[in-house]
């Protein structure tokens, strides 16, 4: 279920593989995702699969399904601050949200976009991003570290999780040089030669401009979604496609 599972501190820090879920086919089998669908409108995962699959995952944290906080992630930078009362609320369109209420988990979903979760460990502070091409480029990132530090966090450490490595992210050449216009870091050449995007590169630099210090866990384990049967790859499998997630609870 998890390629890592951390108490650090106050935060609990986690990110998942597919493997451990009830869904089945391509989404086979720890998909945390219902909205992914394929060609046809009916090709997609059971909402109730997916709902299991997210049950298994609240139980090791201790907590129902609906104290696991999710997002409509929409490729952007807003980060949504969130407590007890967002368990009773729908989804916020964002692809980050921080917390320091106890208890609560937060997920962010990816499969191939760079899963990211921050947390300021003494202080019980944490969150999650979800930081794909334009979020990258965006910095939510960057967003996400300055709502946690409203929040009063100091010393923060972000891990960045499983995804698409820069010598296997194929993008047109004008991307590429949008792209690393913005953040220099993300630019890179596939192992074709060709133009590709590094966006843990660009994330890891804009952490570590915000004073972040930075556990780089797929680069550690030398995992790239793309390479990777045990994880989800948009870019492998097209939008048959699940989806894994980057976990934190503050702890209670």
């Known amino acids: 279920m998890f390629v890592h599972d951390r108490v650090i501190g106050r935060v609990r820090?986690?990110?998942t593989h597919r493997h451990g879920g009830v869904s089945t086919g391509p989404w086979s089998s720890l998909n945390l995702a219902a909205g992914v669908r394929g060609e046809a409108d009916d090709d997609h995962d059971s909402a109730a699969a997916v709902s299991a699959n997210l049950t298994r995952l609240a139980e090791?944290?201790?907590?129902?399904?609906?104290?696991?906080?999710?997002?409509?992630?929409?490729?952007?930078?807003?980060?949504?601050?969130v407590g007890r009362a967002a368990v009773d609320a729908a989804p916020p369109a964002a692809d980050g949200l921080v917390t320091r209420t106890p208890g609560l988990v937060l997920l962010a979903r990816a499969a191939d976009c760079v899963p990211v979760a921050i947390a300021d460990r003494a202080r019980g502070l944490a969150g999650v991003a979800h930081s794909g091409r334009a979020g990258t480029q965006a910095g939510v990132v960057?967003?996400?570290?300055d709502a946690l530090r409203d929040l009063g966090a100091a010393e923060l450490e972000a891990w960045?999780?499983?995804?698409?490595?820069?010598?296997?992210?194929?993008?047109?050449?004008?991307?590429?040089?949008?792209?690393?216009?913005?953040?220099?870091?993300?630019?890179?050449?596939?192992?074709?030669?060709?133009?590709?995007?590094?966006?843990?590169?660009g994330v890891r630099e804009q952490l570590d401009r915000a004073?972040?210090?930075?556990?780089?866990?797929?680069?550690?384990?030398?995992?790239?979604?793309?390479?990777?049967?045990?994880?989800?790859?948009?870019?492998?499998q097209g939008t048959r496609s699940g989806r894994m997630?980057?976990?934190?609870q503050v702890q209670p």
Request: charged content about 20%.
């Open 142 to 145: 960057t967003v996400a570290v």
């Open 60 to 81: 090791t944290f201790g907590v129902s399904e609906r104290e696991v906080l999710t997002m409509r992630q929409v490729h952007g930078r807003d980060v949504v601050v």
């Open 211 to 236: 004073g972040v210090v930075v556990h780089d866990l797929a680069d550690e384990r030398n995992v790239c979604t793309m390479e990777c049967d045990d994880f989800f790859s948009h870019r492998r």
């Open 13 to 15: 820090v986690a990110f």
């Open 245 to 248: 997630g980057v976990l934190v």
């Open 160 to 201: 960045i999780g499983p995804r698409v490595c820069g010598a296997c992210y194929e993008v047109p050449g004008w991307m590429r040089d949008q792209v690393a216009a913005v953040e220099p870091a993300t630019w890179s050449t596939t192992r074709a030669g060709t133009p590709g995007l590094d966006l843990a590169g």
